[in-house]
C-alpha cells in the first residue's frame, strides 16, 4: 500500500455532468500526475501538478482540468462529462517532476451513462 | 499514444517457473520503469532502470535494458500465484523540445502463473 489516496473510489455520472476527482499525495511529494485508464489499455497520461503548478499535459482536451493544492493534494476535475471519458482515473504522486518513482492511489472507477 | 509495447500480451504458466516480459519503445528515453497492476487497480511500481545501466536486480526481478535495440526485458524468476497481475512497462521520454515527457505507459501484459 501506498500513501496514496484517492476518492471516491466509485462514481456514476450522466453525459453532460461534471465531475471532481481527489487525489492525497505521498508524505514528502511535490508532485502529482494523473492518469486515465480505459478497461484493457495502459494508464494515458492527463497532466502533472508540481508546487501548485500545471507541468505538462497529455493529449487531453481543455474540458479536463486540476489543481494542486499547498499540502500538494490534488483535484482533477471534468467538464461535459462524454461517454468515453469511462474509465479508471489513477493519480500518482513522486519526490519529483522526473526520474523518480510513481506512487499510485488504488484509483477512482468513473462511469458515465 | 503509447510508447511501450510489452510482448507476449498474455503469459500463462506455473508456479515456480520463470516468466519473462518484454518490452519495445520508439523514441530515446531518460529512463523505463516496470510497475504491476492487480485486478484493474493501482499500480505498484516494481523498479526503474536509467538509460546508462543495462541491468538491475530486486529480490526475484531481474531487468535489463538495450537502448540500442530500444527494448527491455522484465524477469520474474521461481513464479508464485501472487504474481497473478499485469505487468506494465513505462518510458520517460525525451520530447521534441529536448525536456522531458511524463511516463509513458504501454498496453500491459497479463501473467497468470497458476498453483
Known amino acids: 500500500e501506498t500513501g496514496v489516496t484517492q476518492s471516491p473510489t466509485h462514481l456514476i455520472k450522466t453525459r453532460g455532468q461534471q465531475v471532481t476527482l481527489r487525489c492525497s499525495s505521498q508524505?514528502?511529494?511535490?508532485?502529482v500526475s494523473w492518469y486515465q485508464q480505459a478497461l484493457g489499455q495502459g494508464p494515458q497520461f492527463i497532466f502533472q501538478?508540481?508546487?501548485?503548478?500545471?507541468?505538462g499535459r497529455g493529449n487531453f482536451p481543455p474540458r479536463f482540468s486540476g489543481l494542486q493544492f499547498p499540502n500538494y493534494s490534488s483535484e482533477l476535475n471534468v467538464n461535459a462529462l462524454e461517454l468515453d471519458d469511462s474509465a479508471l482515473y489513477l493519480c500518482?504522486?513522486?519526490?519529483?517532476?522526473?526520474?523518480?518513482?510513481?506512487?499510485f492511489g488504488p484509483g477512482t472507477r468513473l462511469t458515465v451513462t | 499514444s503509447q510508447q511501450g509495447e510489452e510482448d507476449p500480451q498474455a503469459l500463462s504458466i506455473q508456479e515456480g517457473e520463470n516468466a519473462t516480459m518484454n518490452c519495445s519503445y520508439k523514441?530515446?528515453?531518460?529512463?523505463l520503469q516496470w510497475y504491476r497492476q492487480n485486478s484493474g487497480r493501482g499500480l505498484v511500481h516494481l523498479i526503474l532502470i536509467r538509460s546508462n545501466e543495462r541491468e538491475k536486480h530486486s529480490g526475484r526481478l531481474r531487468v535489463t535494458l538495450d537502448t540500442s535495440k530500444k527494448s527491455s526485458s522484465l524477469l520474474i524468476t521461481a513464479s508464485r500465484a501472487a504474481d497473478t497481475a499485469s505487468y506494465f512497462c513505462a518510458t520517460d521520454a525525451f520530447n521534441l523540445q529536448g525536456g522531458s515527457e511524463k511516463l509513458v505507459f504501454g498496453k500491459g501484459m497479463k501473467l497468470t502463473v497458476n498453483p
Open positions: 523514441t530515446s528515453i531518460n529512463n
Open positions: 508524505s514528502g511529494h511535490n508532485t
Open positions: 500518482a504522486s513522486s519526490q519529483g517532476t522526473s526520474g523518480y518513482e510513481q506512487y
Open positions: 501538478y508540481y508546487r501548485e503548478e500545471e507541468n
